[in-house]
């Protein structure tokens, strides 16, 4: 009798401690969840809200601010139907911005659906051309819509809601300018925080912004020409300084996106680095000073000081 009395003695400092633990764990779960994961209170805390939409092997981007949108490359054709169900399910009526950065099929391929569907103020596209059926399409909605398709102008500053882009690239186009060194760079800014976009640019065109003098500080880095060792050169990555690389690429790609150097790259840079092939659709939620995410690379969650 007096064994088991001790028995229980011993273990009654372990169960409470056991239960504390278990306790603290589930508040702080309960506080990072209201706070950071999905929660009604984190969504509408944001003023800007920015979505790499999973298109498998290709880019889109669909951005609302104060109830404007804009939409950056619209994926390949396969994708059509998942990129327009997504826009519709985010209460999309009408584009005050589409962008094609560049006439790659994979970024352009659902663009004519999109177009066609919704009502876009301005279009702004590389003035480089392509002879494939998505372009053609492209422009045949365009002239049905008598949708005139504005070229970049460096420098060039458009609102969105509070949030504003600028035109950051490509320079002068010439004939041996590649179709991704003719990719539209924007840079989109929200209160302090910052996105860069860059379609497929490769090292060339980012010498020219790099020796432009344009701002590429940025606090999120969409990942350009989805991670493919002929872009985002370390210097350029220097330059922008990001904490966070958004790559959009397909799982078990054809052409091994991201490639190894370039995680290395962007490692090296102190960049938490987010993939679609991995996270599905990625969302970025800002106030205007900070950022938080709908997936957990390390919370999520950073104050901007940019």
């Known amino acids: 009798m007096q064994e088991n009395s001790y028995k229980k003695s011993a273990r009654a400092p372990w169960i409470a401690v056991i239960c504390t633990v278990l306790l603290i764990a589930l508040c702080v779960f309960a506080i990072f969840y209201q706070r950071y994961f999905n929660s009604a209170e984190a969504q509408g805390a944001a003023a800007i809200t920015v979505h790499f939409i999973d298109v498998g092997q290709g880019d889109a981007t669909l951005i609302i601010c104060d109830g404007e949108a804009m939409l950056i490359d619209a994926g390949s054709t ?10 519709r399910r985010q209460g999309v009526n009408s584009f005050k911005y589409v962008i094609a950065t560049h006439p790659d099929e994979d970024h352009i391929g659902s663009m004519d659906d999109v177009l066609s569907k919704w009502n876009c103020e301005t279009f702004i596209a590389s003035p480089t051309e392509n002879d494939t059926y998505s372009y053609a399409q492209i422009l045949e909605v365009c002239e049905k819509k008598s949708l005139a398709i504005t070229p970049p102008v460096l420098g060039e500053t458009y609102s969105l809601g509070r949030a504003t882009f600028t035109v950051i690239g490509p320079g002068e186009i010439t004939p041996d300018t590649s179709i991704n060194d003719s990719s539209v760079a924007v840079l989109l800014k929200c209160g302090t925080c910052s996105w860069l976009f860059a379609g497929d640019a490769g090292s060339a065109e980012e010498e020219f912004m790099l020796s432009s003098g344009a701002d590429l500080n940025c606090d ?4 350009s020409h989805h991670g493919s060792s002929s872009s985002s050169g370390e210097e350029f990555l220097s330059a922008m300084s990001p904490a966070y690389a958004v790559i959009s690429c397909g799982r078990d ?10 995680l290395r790259r962007l490692k090296a840079c102190g960049a938490t680095v987010l993939r679609t092939d991995e996270e599905g659709t990625i969302i970025c939620y800002s106030d205007g000073s900070a950022i938080w995410w709908n997936t957990e690379p390390e919370l999520r969650f950073q104050f901007s000081e940019k």
Do not use: E, G, M, W
Not at 78 to 87: E, L, M, P, R
Not at 253 to 262: E, L
């Open 78 to 87: 396969s994708a059509s139907d998942a990129v327009t169900s997504y826009i």
């Open 220 to 223: 999120v880095y969409k990942v």
């Open 253 to 262: 790609n054809d052409y091994d996106h991201p490639h190894d150097v370039t």
